[in-house]
Nanobody, 115 residues
Framework: QVQLVESGGGLVQPGGSLRLSCAAS????????MGWYRQAPGKQRELVAAFTSDGSTNYADSVKGRFGISRDNAKNTVYLQMNNLKPGDTAVYYC?????????WGQGTQVTVSS
C-alpha cells in the first residue's frame, strides 16, 4: 500500500511561516512526480506546487514568491516551505504522487492562518 505521510501543519498568524513534509516510500519517490495540493472549505482541491517530469517546479499564481517546494532524495521526502502566510492560505494540504494516470494522496494536514 502506498503511503504518503504528511506533517508540519498547524495554526500560524498572518505573515508567519510553516514547513510541510511528506515522506514517501523509495519506489514512489524515485518514480512519481511529487507535489502539494490544498483544499479550502467549500472549494475544489487545487495545485499549490509540484515538480514536473523534467525536474522543474510549478506553482499556483497565488503562492509564487511565498512558497517553495523542495526535496531530499536521501530521506525520500518532499517539503513545502510556506512564508508570508495569509488567511486565504487556510486549507487542508495534501501531498500528491503522480505517474501518468495513477495518483496517490496523503491523509492531509490542516494549515490555519489566523490572528
Amino acid at each position: 500500500q502506498v503511503q504518503l505521510v504528511e506533517s508540519g501543519g498547524g495554526l500560524v498568524q498572518p505573515g508567519g511561516s510553516l514547513r510541510l513534509s511528506c515522506a514517501a516510500s523509495a519506489t514512489i519517490f524515485r518514480s512519481y512526480v511529487m507535489g502539494w495540493y490544498r483544499q479550502a472549505p467549500g472549494k475544489q482541491r487545487e495545485l499549490v506546487a509540484a515538480f514536473t517530469s523534467d525536474g522543474s517546479t510549478n506553482y499556483a499564481d497565488s503562492v509564487k514568491g511565498r512558497f517553495g517546494i523542495s526535496r531530499d532524495n536521501a530521506k525520500n521526502t518532499v517539503y513545502l516551505q510556506m512564508n508570508n502566510l495569509k488567511p486565504g492560505d487556510t486549507a487542508v494540504y495534501y501531498c500528491n504522487a503522480k505517474l501518468r494516470a495513477t495518483m496517490y494522496w496523503g491523509q492531509g494536514t490542516q494549515v490555519t492562518v489566523s490572528s
